[in-house]
C-alpha cells in the first residue's frame, strides 16, 4: 500500500470512529425515556393522535393526561415543552401530575408537547443532552431537548414556510416549530398536524384556557410575562397584578401581535373558543452572549457576561449575582397557572376550579423542584409512563 492510501484508510477509520462515537450518544439520547409518576389526581390518559389519527405510531405523538374533579367546573388544558430547550415548563407540567389533586374542574396536561423535539438537540452550540433535577432520593434525569422538530422526523425544510391558513411567509426553520404551526390541518406538515390535534383537543373537550409554558432570553423584551390576544387580556392583567401583589414577582402582560400568524397565543382565540396564555419566564442559557452552555448554567441562570450587560442595562429582567435558578422560573409558572384558574373562576362563576397539592412560588423556591418529585422506584408500576 502506498503511503497516500495508508493516510487515507487512516482518515476514513478515525472518521468512521468519531462518527460512530457521537452518534451512538445521539440515539441513546433520542430513545432515552423518561419516567412519569402519575399522581392521586391523574384519572385517565390519552393519546395526541387520539385527537388527529395522522400522528398514529410516530415520533411526533405525545401522551395527554386528564385530572378531573368530581365536581364540574373549568378546563384549562397546560401545554409544556412546546420549545424543549426551555424546560422550566416540562418541570412545572411534572409537578402538577405528580401534585395536584383536582376536587372541581378539570386540568389537561400534555407535558412534552413537540415529543419530536425533545428528542433533537443543537451540536453547533454544545448543548447538553441532559440535565439532572436533585431530589432526596437522588437525581432525577430529563432529556434536554431542542426548539424544532427533528429532522429524522419532519424532513425536507421548505425554502419558504407558507403558513396554513394565512399564507404569511415565515422562516423555512418555523415549519419545525410547534409555536409557528397553529392552527395547523390535519393532513399538513407533521408539526401542523400536532398543533391540530391541539385545536381539535380542546374543540372536542371544550377547554375553557389553554396556557403554552415557555422561557425566553432575558435581552429579549418578550420575557418574564403573559402573552394574551384581546380576549384574555383582561383576566391575564388580573393575574399579573395579583402576583405582583401577593407573591412579589413580575409577570407583566405582552399583548398578542394580530400581524404576526402561527403563534399559540394568537390562533388558538382565534380557531377556537378556548382563551389562550403563554407564559415566558426568564432563561439566561438562551441568551447568545454567554459562557458555555453547560448544565449548570441552565440550573442556576448564572453567566458572568450576563451580569455585564445588565450593569449596562442591556436586559429586560433583574439579574445579579444569583443568576435566575430553576426554582424561581418554575415556580412562577405554577403560581401564574393556578392564579389563572382563580381569576378565570371570578369572571366566570359557572366554571371554577378547585385544585390543592400544588406548590405556589415561594415553596418551590424554598425547596426547590426535585421536592415535588417522587422516586419512580418506590411507584407502583401502573403510576409510572415512561417517554
Ligand atoms: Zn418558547
Known amino acids: 500500500m502506498s503511503r497516500e492510501w495508508r493516510i487515507k484508510v487512516l482518515l476514513i477509520i478515525i472518521t468512521a470512529a468519531v462518527t460512530t462515537a457521537a452518534g451512538v450518544q445521539l440515539f441513546r439520547h433520542r430513545h432515552y425515556r423518561m419516567p412519569i409518576v402519575l399522581g392521586p389526581g391523574v384519572t385517565r390518559t390519552a393519546r395526541l393522535s387520539d385527537y388527529s389519527p395522522g400522528l398514529r ?31 422550566a415548563s416540562l418541570l412545572a407540567a411534572l409537578i402538577f401530575l405528580e401534585n395536584a389533586v383536582v376536587e372541581r374542574g378539570t386540568l389537561i396536561v400534555i407535558p412534552q408537547f413537540n415529543n419530536s423535539g425533545g428528542r433533537n438537540t443543537r451540536p453547533g452550540d454544545g448543548y447538553p443532552l441532559y440535565f439532572t433535577i436533585p431530589t432526596s432520593w437522588g437525581g432525577k434525569r430529563f432529556r434536554m431537548g431542542n426548539r424544532d422538530a427533528s429532522p429524522l422526523d419532519q ?12 399564507k404569511q411567509l415565515l422562516s423555512y426553520l418555523d415549519i419545525r416549530n410547534t409555536n409557528r404551526t397553529w392552527p395547523g390541518r390535519p393532513g399538513g406538515a407533521l408539526m401542523e398536524r400536532v398543533t391540530y390535534a391541539a385545536m381539535e383537543l380542546m374543540r372536542r373537550e371544550k377547554v375553557d384556557i389553554a396556557v ?5 432570553e432575558t435581552m429579549f423584551p418578550v420575557t418574564n410575562c403573559i402573552v ?5 387580556i383582561r383576566i391575564a392583567t388580573m393575574t399579573s397584578l395579583t402576583l405582583k401583589a401577593r407573591e412579589g414577582f413580575d409577570n407583566h402582560v405582552e399583548p398578542s401581535p394580530t400581524g404576526f400568524r402561527g403563534l399559540s397565543h394568537r390562533e388558538i382565540g382565534d380557531f377556537s373558543d378556548t382563551l389562550p396564555f403563554l407564559l415566558e419566564a426568564p432563561i439566561p442559557f438562551l441568551d447568545q452572549p454567554t459562557g458555555p452552555k453547560t448544565e449548570r448554567l441552565l440550573l442556576d441562570g448564572k453567566d458572568p457576561f450576563l451580569l455585564r450587560l445588565s450593569k449596562k442595562n442591556k436586559l429586560f429582567v433583574p439579574y445579579d449575582e444569583s443568576g435566575w435558578p430553576m ?8 403560581s401564574a397557572v393556578l392564579e389563572l384558574m382563580k381569576q378565570f373562576g371570578r369572571r366566570f362563576s359557572d366554571r371554577t376550579f378547585k385544585v390543592t397539592g400544588v406548590p405556589r ?27
Request: charged fraction near 25%; aromatic fraction near 12%.
Open 155 to 166: 424532513w425536507p425544510d421548505p425554502d419558504v414556510y407558507i403558513h396554513y391558513p394565512d
Open 57 to 87: 405510531g410516530g415520533m411526533a405523538d405525545t401522551h395527554v393526561f386528564f385530572l378531573e374533579g368530581r365536581e364540574p367546573g373549568g378546563k384549562l388544558l397546560m401545554m409544556a415543552n412546546t420549545h424543549s430547550n426551555e424546560p
Open 228 to 232: 394574551a390576544p384581546e380576549k384574555s
Open 212 to 216: 403554552d409554558i415557555h422561557g425566553a
Open 361 to 387: 412560588y415561594a415553596e418551590v423556591v424554598k425547596n426547590g423542584v426535585g421536592f415535588y418529585y417522587q422516586d419512580p422506584a418506590r411507584i407502583e408500576p401502573k403510576k409510572i409512563v415512561y417517554n
Open 327 to 334: 426554582a424561581r422560573r418554575v415556580g412562577q409558572h405554577c
